[in-house]
């Protein structure tokens, strides 16, 4: 039986699955039947970006789970993202064109900006994008783009504007010098960067945290043990709470980012453990372990962009 998640309604009405499915390094082919599998196991949100190069998969998928009447375009919420080659305000509707095509599902319900750090526009073909490529910096302010995102909503191609990576102090000048509230700010949140302070304060402004990279990416640690934090995912505090409840370490985690007013994306394409992700709604956290949890908090980021520390806006400098 599918498990669907409640939704929370936005600061513009509309409503969003608390919980979504990520797909960052959903491999060709395998993101089709991840994706497919994940709209069977009940998951109604779907984030994916420009930069994933998966919008035409995830697409795809959709539309032949519409075909087969398992769900309607209207059941799902689907985010998608700019990426930062495109922030120039002249770029920002031909990019959006870009991702509305690949995916071709009619609209598109969250469009965010993939961060605040603007790179030179170099053609629409990305090239190798990772943690190690450092692309020429440009230098086009967050507020120009944001009105460019703004002019997206007069289009009826897409429903919410949102940002990703932001701190605190570039949310408040979006809000000092622009119309539109972003929705969300989608940022890494997990048990080791918990975000309570960055929560709070788009809380008071009714801009929901979306929470990515919410089981502390164990694949990036695995690969470089000495450099990524280690996930809680085998913390003796997170498996106790987990036995107690006969659950998983990773359910614990997702529903405590659940508990704490976020909205987590994680990434699975195994079909055992992208159903066990959603299946956290029939159990709830004490007091005491959602103090245990928050314990587990260092601030440390598992991703750091350090590659891109020296952008003018690069976000993680100050605390929140
Ligand atoms: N806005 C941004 O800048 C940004 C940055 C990073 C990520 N994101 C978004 O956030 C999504 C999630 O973040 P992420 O992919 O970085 O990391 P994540 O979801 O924390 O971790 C994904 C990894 O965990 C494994 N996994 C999944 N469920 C598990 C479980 N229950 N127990 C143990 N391992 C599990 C997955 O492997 P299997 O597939 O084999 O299960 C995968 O290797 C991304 O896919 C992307 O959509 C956004």
């Known amino acids: 039986m599918p498990i669907f998640a409640p939704t929370v309604t936005l600061n513009n009405g509309h409503k969003m699955p608390v919980l979504g499915l990520g797909t960052w390094l959903s491999r060709e082919g395998e993101g089709i039947e991840a994706i497919k599998a994940a ?36 059941d799902i919420f689907v985010t998608t993202k700019l990426w930062n080659n495109f922030f120039e305000p002249c770029k920002v509707a031909e990019a959006f064109k870009r991702s509305f095509e690949n995916l071709d599902i009619g609209y598109i319900d969250l469009y965010l900006m993939h961060s605040p750090m603007s790179f030179k526009f170099d053609g629409w073909e990305l090239g190798h994008v990772d943690a190690t490529t450092k692309p020429e910096y440009a230098d086009v302010d967050i507020v120009d783009t944001w009105r460019a995102m703004e002019e997206l909503l007069n289009t009826g191609k897409v429903r919410s504007i949102g940002v990703s990576n932001f701190n605190s102090e ?11 509230k972003p929705v969300t700010n989608q940022v890494e949140c997990n048990p080791g960067i918990n975000q309570r302070k960055l929560i709070e304060f788009c809380r008071k402004l009714d801009i929901v945290v979306t929470a990515y990279s919410p089981l502390g990416r164990p694949n990036y640690y695995e690969m470089d043990p000495v450099k990524v934090p280690k996930p809680a995912l085998d913390d003796p505090r997170v498996k106790a709470i987990a036995e107690k409840y006969n659950k998983t370490p990773g359910q614990v985690i997702l529903r405590y980012l659940v508990e704490i007013g976020t909205v987590p994306v994680p990434k699975s394409s195994n079909p055992v453990r992208l159903r066990q992700n959603i299946d956290i709604f029939d159990f709830q956290l004490t007091k005491e372990e959602i103090e245990t949890m928050d314990g587990l908090n260092t601030g440390k980021r598992t991703v750091p962009f350090h590659v891109w520390i020296s952008h003018k806006n690069y976000p993680f400098h100050i605390e929140f």
């Open 39 to 74: 709209i069977d196991a009940g998951y109604r949100h779907i984030d994916t970006a420009y930069l994933y190069r998966n919008e035409k998969e995830v697409g795809q998928a959709i539309r032949e789970k519409i075909a087969e009447g398992v769900i309607k375009r209207e």
């Open 170 to 180: 570039q949310i408040a000048r979006i809000l000092q010098q622009c119309e539109m």
